[in-house]
């Protein structure tokens, strides 16, 4: 997501005049603070939501006091009870279930509310989290609305999970790509088809995908014109930027197969030492025994015996 905040995120903020905003997943809170920075500059207030803390809590801390507070839990769990914003950037558990309520959860308070709609930015309607689950903690998910699941790496052109190698091999995924309730941007798109009258959407094919829900009721606000614009115009452009994202998925499946390989071969070499360790201390112990062993023999102490009696004959003798 915060690869989006200067072109994409901030403008459309701006335009929008925020004095609310609410981000789902800070992670690196790298986002965060451009953001709480952001509603200093507007005189805005920002929710973040995240089970985990930032990882730039620290140097977050004076920003976060003045301009935001923090939720450390899971937004089905607070979002509910929030005052509606003015905009939610959303970029938490990239599943079904969790991004589909948030979206019914962020409806449902607009309208008991009767609030102005507000713009939802999202991350990750793109490969490789359109068509697929994936769960921070499964055991948050329902077990009804999970998708068969296992911790493996993902493939653009395979729909199984693969254990031994593709991208993001350390995370939880569906199973399988694809099929009803799968998904970041079927949650989407089912969320539409509830409500297709209410809200319009545009997309970005780069960077895992951004998507932008606009309510029809906003169509003619200039931040919902710069949205359409941003994801209409160009054509060519935007087709190139698709392929563009595709080589980018290619390597970075790459360099995750490399890094894992240089692990294994590390693991190898590290493995080998602690053999050769080991080895070589088994011989230490057994040629101490061996000492011990001819130290004890009656043979040894004969020796011992005979050298301390050639040494007093040396002392006794004139001149020794
Ligand atoms: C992809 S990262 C967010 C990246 C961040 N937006 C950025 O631009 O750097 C996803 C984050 O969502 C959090 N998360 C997972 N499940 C969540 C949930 N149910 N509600 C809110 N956040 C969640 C994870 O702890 C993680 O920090």
Redesign the pocket.
Known sequence: ???F?ADVTEPILRQRDVRRVV??????????RRLLELCGELGAHADI????P?ENQDALGSLMARHGTLHL?????VLGQLPVADAY?I????NWH?VHH?LLAIDARVRETESRPPVILM??VGWPYARRDLY??PA?VPAEARQPFLRAGVHPDRPDADPSGGMNRHLTHAKLEGGPRNGVLTAVEDFLALRPEAYRWWSLPVFHGYGCLVATSELEAPYAQTIARLCTENAPLLSLAAKVERGRVEALIAVEAGRYQQRAERASLEAGFARRELELKAQIKKLEARIQEIEGSRGYQALEQARAVRRRLRRLRPGG
């Open positions: 997501m915060r690869r905040w981000e789902i997943g800070s992670q690196s809170g790298e986002s965060t939501i995240d089970p985990l930032p839990a899971r937004s089905l769990d950037l970029d938490g558990d990239h969790t948030e991350h990750d921070y903690d948050t």
